[in-house]
T-cell receptor
Framework: DQQVKQNSPSLSVQEGRISILNCDYT??????FLWYKKYPAEGPTFLIS?????DKNEDGRFTVFLNKSAKHLSLHIVPSQPGDSAVYFC???????????FGAGTRLTVKP | DAGITQSPRHKVTETGTPVTLRCHQT?????MYWYRQDPGHGLRLIHY???????DKGEVSDGYSVSRSKTEDFLLTLESATSSQTSVYFC??????????FGSGTRLTVV
């Protein structure tokens, strides 16, 4: 029962271009969404979040968009840099975050 | 990283043996979590704790037990390891504004 889905296992983009990572969820009770970034041999690190009362949140080169009616969120990275190459996990929770659900991850490769 | 450490970082064990993984935090956070990461599944919650001696099951708790006798330590035990428990295990603590802060992980191989 995967409530958070990242259907693209991998994505490759050119340096300087936009990276768009997608995430879909099935539980309409989710109201808090996060993106984590993970480098090899390290734990995931928080990147950006959005609550269901918003449809967009921006932090520097990173923007997360939330479409509640479609149960879809996306992470935009502009411009993409080689250091952005990592696995990105989408996560969602309902109210308190004691059962945060994660997607399977998307491996982003940014080519110089 | 951010006051959370996991030990050991790597472990190879035989099927049927007990294994304990340790998570230690210096942040005095109430909530602590154990996740496992597997290809195609992302991160799945095994158990979590909301205080000393207060724990609850997560999505994939079968075959695992946990204990929290001190605020700073959260132990994950595999009573009798199986090959299906070969995985990377991450401990996490709740951060007020940043979701979870994760440890660096423990890579466990059951042979």
């Amino acid at each position: 029962d995967q409530q958070v889905k990242q259907n693209s296992p991998s994505l490759s983009v050119q340096e300087g271009r936009i990276s768009i990572l997608n995430c879909d969820y099935t539980n309409s009770m989710f109201d808090y969404f996060l993106w984590y970034k993970k480098y090899p041999a390290e734990g995931p690190t928080f990147l950006i979040s959005i609550s269901s009362i918003k449809d967009k949140n921006e932090d520097g080169r990173f923007t997360v968009f939330l479409n509640k009616s479609a149960k879809h969120l996306s992470l935009h990275i502009v411009p993409s840099q080689p250091g952005d190459s990592a696995v990105y996990f989408c996560a969602a929770s309902e109210g308190n975050n004691n059962d945060m659900r994660f997607g399977a991850g998307t491996r982003l490769t940014v080519k110089p | 990283d951010a006051g959370i450490t996991q030990s050991p970082r790597h472990k190879v064990t035989e099927t049927g043996t007990p294994v304990t993984l340790r998570c230690h935090q210096t942040e005095n956070h109430r909530y602590m979590y154990w996740y496992r990461q597997d290809p195609g599944h992302g991160l799945r919650l095994i158990h979590y704790s909301y205080g000393v001696k207060d724990t609850d099951k997560g999505e994939v708790s079968d075959g695992y037990s946990v204990s929290r006798s001190k605020t700073e330590d959260f132990l994950l035990t595999l009573e009798s390891a199986t090959s299906s428990q070969t995985s990377v295990y991450f401990c996490a603590i709740s951060s007020p504004n940043y979701g979870y802060t994760f440890g660096s992980g423990t890579r466990l191989t059951v042979v």
